[in-house]
């Protein structure tokens, strides 16, 4: 058991980082908006507000993530010396997984918004299919992502269910 513990840890450790590295290159995107929409007069338009506003929240976002997989992590460790079968392990991988789910949702979302706000220059393609390619791109990057989310709840679930059999295993000795 420790083994495959020591594996999870590795792995939370692998996606923090991930998740650290897509939060310094959003910052990088930002601070790129932000220098243009200062210093190029040639360009001052509410487009290039409004993805300085895409890009500030996409950035809170991945801090939200940050600090739930920073939780998750938590978990994982303290689950090595205490029971898996308690409730505050169900109410944190319940929690963790319905944050990757509000994640999943709101990533989902300010894709779509950043690509209705990014320019139409695809040659003969349609308005109506690049919005579609977009909504699927944007599905298609999130989809692992909820399965995850899924998995994770139903561990949450499987621990509580565990949980009240260890109840009401302890009541009857």
């Not at 495959?4 to 450790?13: E, F, G, H, R």
């Not at 910052?27 to 500030?56: A, C, E, P, T």
């Not at 894709?111 to 320019?119: G, K």
Request: proline share 1%; charged share 15%.
């Amino acid at each position: 058991m420790s083994k495959l513990q020591s594996i999870l840890n590795v792995l939370i450790y692998v996606w923090i980082i991930g998740v650290f590295l897509k939060l310094l290159k959003e910052v990088g995107i930002l601070y790129k908006h932000i220098h243009s929409r200062i210093f190029d007069s040639n360009i001052i338009s509410s487009s290039s507000f409004s993805m300085i506003l895409v890009s500030m929240a996409f950035i809170c976002l991945l801090i939200y993530m940050l600090w739930h997989l920073r939780n998750f992590k938590k978990v994982v460790k303290k689950s090595k010396n205490t029971s898996l079968f308690n409730n505050s392990n169900y109410k944190a991988f319940h929690s963790v997984g319905m944050a990757f789910i509000y994640y999943t949702v709101a990533r989902f979302t300010i894709r779509i918004v950043e690509f209705m706000l990014s320019n139409v220059d695809e040659g003969q393609q349609s308005i109506a299919y690049q919005f579609g390619r977009n909504i699927g791109e944007g599905v298609s990057n999130q989809f692992p992502l909820l399965i995850v989310a899924l998995f994770l709840l139903i561990i949450a679930e499987l621990i509580k269910d565990g949980y009240q059999l260890k109840k009401e295993n302890d009541l009857t000795i």
